[in-house]
C-alpha cells in the first residue's frame, strides 16, 4: 500500500501544528524527557531522523554536537517549517519516505525516530534498512505509539470509570491481529499501522539489532505536577521506545 502523507493535509496540519505548540502535551511531558535520557554522545557523530517533521530534534543533535544530520519525511509543509524554524549548515533535510532509505548513499552512527514508525507497514523492512545504513557499533533511537493504543480496530480504546468519574481501567481488543488502522485525528481516516510488541522487538533481532533497553515511560514527578493527566500512563503507557544496536 502507498503511503499516506496526512500531514500535508491542511486541516490536519493546522490541528497538529497548533497541539505541538502547547507549552504542556504528552511530548514534551511524556515522550521527549524519556528519549532524550537514552540519546547516545553526539559529539562528532552522523545522524539521521527519520520522520523529522519541524526539524526541532534535528537542530537538538547540531546543538549536541552531531558533525551532520539528515532530516527525512514524507511531508513538505512539516520540512517547510524545518527549514525556516530548523535550519543550520549541518542539516539536510529530504522531502522523501522513510520506505526509500536504502537509496541513501552514506552511513550514520545514530538513526532516531519520534513517533512515524507507526505509519509504516513493512517494519521488518525497515529494520533492514536502517540496520544496513547504520556503522558498526551505531544506535537505533525510536519511538512510537504503544501497541496498546495501536490495537483496537476502531482506533479507540476507551477508560472505564469508577463512580466518582475516576479512571480505573482501559479496554482495548484486536491486540493479536496486526494491520492497518483508520482514526480520527482532526481529520478522518488517519492511516496507522499496529504491530504487536513481539513483532517489532522480533523485527529487530531478525535485522540483527541488539535490544539495549526497551522503554514505556512513565510520567516524572516534575511533570505530574504540572499535568496531572499524566497519572493515566499508570493505567496504561501511550508509548513505546526502544534503543538498540548494530553488532
Ligand atoms: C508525529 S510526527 C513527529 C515529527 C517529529 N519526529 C517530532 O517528534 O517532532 C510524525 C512525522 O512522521 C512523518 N511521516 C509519516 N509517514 C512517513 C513516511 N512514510 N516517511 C517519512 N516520514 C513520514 C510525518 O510527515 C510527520 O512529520
Redesign the pocket.
Known amino acids: 500500500m502507498s503511503?499516506?502523507?496526512i500531514?500535508d493535509n491542511e486541516i490536519f496540519f493546522a490541528g497538529y501544528s497548533e497541539l505541538?505548540s502547547r507549552e504542556i502535551n504528552s511530548?514534551t511531558m511524556l515522550e521527549q524527557p524519556a528519549m532524550k535520557e537514552l540519546l547516545p554522545d553526539l559529539n562528532g557523530k552522523a545522524v539521521l531522523?527519520?520522520?523529522?517533521?519541524?526539524g526541532?530534534?534535528c537542530l537538538e543533535f547540531v546543538l549536541n554536537g552531531a558533525k551532520r544530520v539528515v532530516g527525512?519525511?514524507?511531508?513538505e509543509k512539516?520540512l517547510e517549517v524545518a527549514k525556516k524554524e530548523a535550519t543550520d549548515e549541518k542539516i539536510e533535510y529530504k522531502n522523501?519516505?522513510?520506505?526509500d532509505i536504502s537509496t541513501l548513499d552514506e552511513k550514520f552512527d545514530l538513526i532516531y525516530?519520534?513517533?512515524?514508525f507507526h505509519?509504516?507497514e513493512d517494519f521488518a523492512k525497515l529494520c533492514e534498512d536502517m540496520y544496513a545504513l547504520l556503522n558498526e557499533n551505531g544506535t537505533l533511537l525510536f519511538s512510537q505509539e504503544h501497541p496498546l493504543i495501536t490495537a483496537t480496530v476502531d482506533g479507540n480504546g476507551h477508560y472505564n470509570k469508577d463512580e466518582n468519574g475516576r479512571k480505573i481501567s482501559y479496554t482495548f481488543s484486536n491486540y493479536n491481529e496486526p494491520g492497518e488502522r483508520y482514526v480520527h485525528w482532526y481529520v478522518d481516516g488517519v492511516r496507522k499501522y499496529h504491530r504487536t510488541f513481539s513483532d517489532t522487538i522480533n523485527a529487530l533481532a531478525k535485522a540483527n539489532f541488539k535490544i539495549e533497553e526497551v522503554c514505556e515511560p512513565k510520567p516524572q514527578s516534575w511533570a505530574m505536577e504540572k499535568w496531572p493527566a499524566l497519572y493515566d500512563e499508570y493505567i496504561k503507557p501511550s508509548f513505546l521506545i526502544v534503543k538498540a544496536r548494530k553488532v
Open positions: 503511503n499516506q502523507n500531514y505541538r511530548n531522523d527519520l520522520g523529522c517533521g519541524c526541532s530534534n527525512v519525511d514524507i511531508s512539516m522523501m519516505s522513510m520506505t525516530s519520534s513517533l512515524a505509519y509504516i
